[in-house]
């Protein structure tokens, strides 16, 4: 059985990443996009990394392409207008595919323990999941959850 800590991604500047690289925290995985509605979460995405961090939690962004082509820059655009515009400082990995068979693995698995209501899939950009210190999924929040408003359940996450 696969669990989140056996998984691996590639970081938006090239780099191998073992999600074993976060036992122990709490992890929230979010797809982006940096021309989407609901970009401006990357604020509030930060604001709660930049709250909680040191209490142990992470947040990952995995930029996704998928819905309305809404992030077609390359990992450098991906990276300026995290920066820039956002300030994000949360680890984001390369473009990747959250649904089909070309689907990453982190969000075949993220998908497959909580499924959400569409069965299995990823609705739109910035469907959030959130992990246990354990590696267990915790919790998925739909895209129109604002990073706000999950604050409860990461305080309870890191049990705080």
């Given at each position: ?6 998984l691996?991604?590639?970081?938006l ?36 990394y ?15 392409n ?23 400082s ?13 689907a ?11 499924p ?41 996450a890191?049990?705080?």
């Amino acid at each position: 059985m696969t669990t989140f800590y056996q998984l691996t991604a590639t970081s938006l500047s090239g780099q191998l990443v073992s999600m074993a690289d976060y036992a122990g925290k709490v992890v929230l995985v979010v797809n982006t996009a940096s021309h989407c509605g609901f970009t401006p979460q990357y604020r509030g995405l930060e604001a709660l990394y930049k709250k909680y961090a040191a209490q142990g939690l992470v947040v990952l962004g995995f930029p996704c392409n998928q819905f309305g082509k809404q992030e077609p820059g390359d990992a450098d655009e991906i990276a300026r207008t995290c920066h820039i515009n956002y300030g994000v400082s949360f680890p984001m990995f390369e473009k990747v595919e959250v649904n089909g068979t070309a689907a990453h693995p982190i969000f075949r698995y993220l998908k497959n323990e909580l499924p959400g209501l569409l069965g299995g899939r990823v609705k739109w950009n910035f469907t959030k999941f959130l992990i246990g210190r354990d590696g267990k999924p915790l919790k998925r929040f739909a895209p129109i959850t604002t990073p706000d408003k999950i604050d409860a359940a990461i305080l309870a996450a890191l049990e705080i």
